[in-house]
């Protein structure tokens, strides 16, 4: 029996070591650039974009006095190395302060953050004449107004048909503005209500126009 306990203590001893040699040696995890911007007063006030290595993002739109829910989204390989290129650029924000540092007004917070492990660094401002943050921050908007333009749609489409056509038509002024970064990610619900008898005739032939428009863009 007291051979039996040895043995038995010893294969608890080697599993122990070995499973910390496995954690110790774990293969680094992915990281992880977070766009946040605070805004009261404006729609939506609170909005914040996480995007990976990998493709695992979430984003969260929505007023300060709504509870958080972020929930989960699609972002190309293309605009996510574009988005870890740019951060690299800005040394993934273990930088001097972004911040024109002069008296403006309140455009809203917005922060970058890098997390890599146990890697982490944030840089926030107000307003800056910094052409690699700006044009980084504008992907991330462009993101969050996509989404918003996306769940836009989806509400219209479960709760108010009529309104189906002013949200395509939001839509299409965001395209003709260039803020969107991936507007085929719409392309299902645009075919939605192409394809449902149930919306009036001059939404559906404007969610057509709008997908063979996006569809046209990627075959040139």
């Known amino acids: 029996m007291t051979r039996l306990r040895f043995e038995f203590r010893a294969i608890g001893i080697l599993l122990f070591a070995l499973f910390s040699f496995s954690a110790a040696n774990a293969a680094p995890g992915p ?3 977070t766009y946040r911007r605070v805004f009261k007063g404006s729609t939506p006030e ?4 996480k995007v990976t290595e990998q493709g695992k993002c979430t984003f969260d739109l929505r007023q ?8 989960p989204f699609e972002v190309g390989a293309p605009v996510r190395q ?3 290129e740019l951060a690299g650029d800005l040394k993934n924000f273990a930088i001097p302060s972004l911040d024109i540092q002069k008296k403006i007004a309140n455009l ?4 970058f953050r890098y997390e890599h492990d146990s890697e982490v660094h944030e840089t926030t401002f107000n307003y800056t004449l910094d052409a ?3 044009q980084l921050m504008q992907i991330f908007e462009g993101l969050a107004r996509q989404q918003g333009d996306l769940v836009q749609l989806q509400r219209r489409i479960k ?3 009529l309104g189906v056509n002013d949200a395509l038509l939001q839509f299409e002024s965001d395209m003709d503005h260039r803020l969107l970064p991936e507007p085929e990610r719409l392309l299902p619900v645009l075919d939605q209500i192409d394809q449902d008898s149930r919306f009036m ?4 032939t404007k969610a057509r126009a709008l997908a063979e428009r996006i569809r046209n863009s990627h075959d040139h």
């Open 132 to 134: 690699t943050a700006n």
């Open 64 to 71: 300060l006095d709504e509870d958080a829910d972020a929930e």
């Open 46 to 49: 609170f909005t914040e974009i």
């Open 159 to 161: 709760y108010d048909r």
């Open 31 to 33: 990281a992880t650039i």
């Open 108 to 111: 809203g917070e917005k922060t």
């Open 201 to 204: 005739q001059i939404s559906r």
């Open 82 to 84: 574009k988005i870890f």
